[in-house]
Structures are given as structure tokens and as C-alpha cells.
């Protein structure tokens, strides 16, 4: 094993971040119950992460890597769920949880969306931040592969933060409305915030990747740019905004994820 590894603190911060993201997923559901939509879960996948990056540092080995990962976690995990809870104040069920309990009994909904939201996002959430587990596992020094993840998770940020505010933006202006979005970064990809939030992962697995055994997370970040770009991200919403008006002439001349020079038409 690398320098500084330790198998039995990587058994006891797996343990413990799979408890806290049970925890974090069964409060979830109780809320979500309580004001009578699923789409709660949404505000809280980010702050699983942030849970899960503190418990994996409290529970590790404390190195100035896993304290690292916990306060970049923090402050994207922090700003997304934040984000969220302002988009979804006042408004009812997200459609995309509204055309999955439509194929359910009413009176078999919860028990459903238990199962298939809640402890499928809770699962995700635990394997997506491996990364931040193993690194907790490990006490080695920061080097040249960590100050790479740093400036990816930089460049995810921004690009995440920058393109909510322009749509948001976007979407307040009343010159604007029935348009598609397609300034800003929103000209050079679909979805410049699920690229950003993909990059995020990407240099969080950089960084833990500057010690062994963090390299052999990798499936995390693939499993996350997989859930953004191809399952519950920008093809589901795709789905539902293929028919608006402009819609498919800008997918015509815009790339769907990573962000390059839009087609001349």
C-alpha cells in the first residue's frame, strides 16, 4: 500500500459515510413527506456531500488532503444546494419526479419514491464521494496531480455558478421570455452548469487521486458526468425541451456538454 494508508481507517470511513448518507436521505424523506413533494431530494444532494466529505475527515486520518476535499465539497455542495432552494421556492413537484409517481398507485408513492429516489440518490451520493473517502484513509503530502484537481474544480465552479446566474438572469428579464438561453457560456454548451458540476468531480478525483490508493476512484467521477450528461441530467431535460420554439435549431449549433465554438448555421 501507498505511504500513509491505513485499510482499517478506509473500513471505518466507508461505514460511516454510507451511515451519514442514510441519515441525511431518511431526514430527506420525512421532510419531502411533510410538504408533499419529492423534489426536496434536490436540495439535499448537495448536502450529502458535504456531510460525507466532514465525516470522512473527522473519521480519517486528518490530513491537510481530506481537510482540503471537505472545504472544496463545502463551498460547492453549500452554493448548489442554496441555488436549488431559491429555484424551487413556491413552486409545486418537479416534473421529472411528477412522470415517475404518475406510474405508481397514489398510495404506494412514498413507499416508492423511498426506494427509488431517496436510496438510489443516497447510494449515488456515498459511491460518487469515494474519492473523499479514500483520501480520508490517507496522510500523505499535497503535490503536483492535487494543484491540478484545485484548478479543475476551479474551472468546474465558475462555469456551474456563472451559467445558473446568466440563466437566472435569463429567465427574470421580461424581453426574454418564450427565447432560448444561448449567451453567455449558455452559447458554447446546452448545460455549461452540469459541465461545471462534472469538472468539479473530475478535479475532487484529481486530488485524491495525488495518493494511493485514490487513483482507483475514478469510476466516481465517470459515474457522476454519467448521471449529468446521459441519465437524470441534460438528456432528460432535453426531453422535455426538444419542442419549444428555437429549441432545436440551437442544438443544432451548440455542443450538448463540453463547451466549444458554436456551428455556423
Known sequence: MGEGFSLGTLGVVLVGSALASLLAMAVTAVLAKRAGKVAVVDITWGLVF???????????????????????????????????????????????????????PEDRRFRYALVRVFGTQGVAAWFVSLPLQVAAATDSRLGWVAALGVLVYLVGVTFEAVGDAQLKAFKADPDTQGKV??????????????FGDSAVWWGLWLLAAGAWPGVLTVLSPVLMTYFL?????????????????????????????LPLPPKRR
Do not use: C, K
Not at 450528461?229 to 451548440?254: H, K
Open 50 to 104: 458535504v456531510l460525507i466529505g466532514w465525516v470522512a475527515y473527522l473519521l480519517g486520518q486528518q490530513s491537510g488532503r481530506s481537510l482540503l476535499l471537505a472545504l472544496l465539497v463545502t463551498a460547492w455542495g453549500g452554493r448548489l444546494a442554496w441555488h436549488i432552494r431559491g429555484r424551487a421556492l413556491g413552486r409545486g413537484e418537479d416534473p421529472r419526479y411528477e412522470t415517475m409517481l404518475s406510474q405508481v
Open 181 to 194: 438561453m444561448d449567451r453567455g457560456l449558455w452559447r458554447y454548451t446546452r448545460h455549461p452548469n452540469y
Open 229 to 257: 450528461a446521459f441519465a437524470t441530467g441534460a438528456r432528460l431535460l432535453e426531453s422535455q425541451m426538444a419542442e419549444r420554439p428555437g429549441y432545436r435549431a440551437y442544438m443544432e449549433r451548440t455542443s450538448m456538454f
